[in-house]
C-alpha cells in the first residue's frame, strides 16, 4: 500500500488500523423510492460481484464458485423480499430510516 517515491497523504498503511473498523455504510431518512433504489442497487452490486467471480473461477478451475452461487441465490431472495416491501408504498405516505453498519475484521494470512 505504500508509494515510496511519492507518498499520498489519502494513502494508509495498513498499521494504522486497528483490528476491527465499524463503519457507517447507509444512514439517513429516504422517500420509499430512494430507500428501495439504494438497497436494491446495492444488493444488485452484490449479485453483480459474485457473477463475476463465479465466472472467474470458470475459466481458471473448470467448475464454478459454490459459494458465490450460494450467496446469487440468498441476495436474489433478499432482492425479491425488497420489491415485494416497496411494491405498494407510495412517496407520499411515509419515509424510511436506514441506519448500515459494517464491521471489517482484518486478519493475518502469514500465521
Known amino acids: 500500500m505504500r508509494n515510496t517515491n511519492n507518498q499520498h497523504d489519502s494513502e494508509v498503511e495498513f498499521s494504522n488500523y486497528s483490528s476491527l473498523e465499524n463503519l457507517t455504510l447507509i444512514k439517513?431518512?429516504?422517500?420509499?423510492?430512494?430507500?428501495?433504489?439504494?438497497?436494491v442497487s446495492l444488493?444488485?452490486?452484490?449479485?453483480?460481484?459474485?457473477?463475476?467471480?463465479?465466472?472467474?473461477?470458470?475459466?481458471?478451475?473448470g467448475k464454478e464458485n459454490q459459494e458465490s452461487k450460494n450467496r446469487i441465490k440468498e441476495f436474489k431472495k433478499i432482492r425479491s423480499k425488497l420489491l415485494k416491501i416497496f411494491e405498494n408504498i407510495d412517496d407520499s405516505e411515509m419515509s424510511i430510516k436506514i441506519d448500515s453498519q459494517i464491521s471489517i475484521e482484518f486478519q493475518d494470512n502469514s500465521e
Do not use: D, Q
Not at 28 to 39: H, R, W, Y
Open 28 to 39: 439517513g431518512t429516504f422517500t420509499p423510492s430512494e430507500a428501495k433504489e439504494v438497497l
Open 43 to 61: 444488493i444488485s452490486s452484490k449479485i453483480s460481484f459474485h457473477n463475476k467471480k463465479n465466472l472467474r473461477s470458470y475459466e481458471l478451475n
